[in-house]
């Protein structure tokens, strides 16, 4: 697999590539049931999710903070 760094790719773009990502690599480790759960379920965010995911767009990709 090449690496490549992709800009400006929208988050519901990162979340619908089929890589795993590093939640995913988490629930793997912690078990392949909870990797498959979480792949068929999804995950609720929690409050800190959503600070980070904030804190993230405003600091890193501002362009996009308003649309949040």
């Not at 999710?49 to 904030?54: K, L, N, Q």
């Amino acid at each position: 697999m090449k690496k490549r760094f992709v800009r400006n790719l929208p988050i519901a773009d990162y979340h619908a590539r089929e890589e795993i990502s590093h939640s995913g690599i988490v629930k793997l480790l912690k078990s392949p049931e909870h990797y498959m759960q979480y792949k068929i379920e999804g995950e609720e965010p929690t409050p800190a999710m959503v600070f980070g995911s904030a804190f993230h767009t405003k600091i890193l990709e501002p362009q996009f903070f308003a649309d949040q």
